[in-house]
């Protein structure tokens, strides 16, 4: 079993920056992609940010340029999120792709992050 935490979440004004970090722990023999997703009230859930074992990243197009994701280490994952915006609100899920008894998708709890104006 795989297990997903996530912290960092809060409020935050407009322009402000905030650092999501996910940890997964379990017994865990690799992990070959690690990502964050969001969903919004009302949305579905969609991609934030991904990054393979390899280090090949991919951003959906609203976050370019703002929001950076990196592997700490092979069983963590950040989000460091600048210039954030008030539709940026949403729950951030942290996700991976992992090889404990077979391969397997695992999501976090979610952790909420809010942008006033």
């Known amino acids: 079993q795989v297990q997903l935490v996530e912290s960092g979440g809060g409020l935050v004004q407009a322009g402000g920056s905030l650092r999501l970090s996910c940890a997964a722990s379990?017994?865990?023999?690799?992990?070959?992609?690690m990502g964050w997703y969001r969903q919004a009230p009302g949305k579905q859930r969609e991609l934030v940010a991904a990054?393979?074992?390899?280090?090949?990243t991919n951003y959906a197009d609203s976050v370019k340029g703002r929001f950076t994701i990196s592997r700490d280490a092979m069983n963590t994952v950040s989000l460091q999120m600048n210039s954030l915006k008030p539709e940026d609100t949403a729950v951030y899920y942290c996700?991976?792709?992992?090889?404990?008894?077979?391969?397997?998708?695992?999501w976090g709890q979610g952790t909420q992050v809010t942008v006033s104006s």
């Open positions: 990054i393979t074992s390899g280090g090949n």
């Open positions: 379990g017994t865990i023999l690799s992990i070959n992609l």
């Open positions: 996700n991976c792709n992992a090889l404990a008894a077979g391969w397997r998708t695992y």
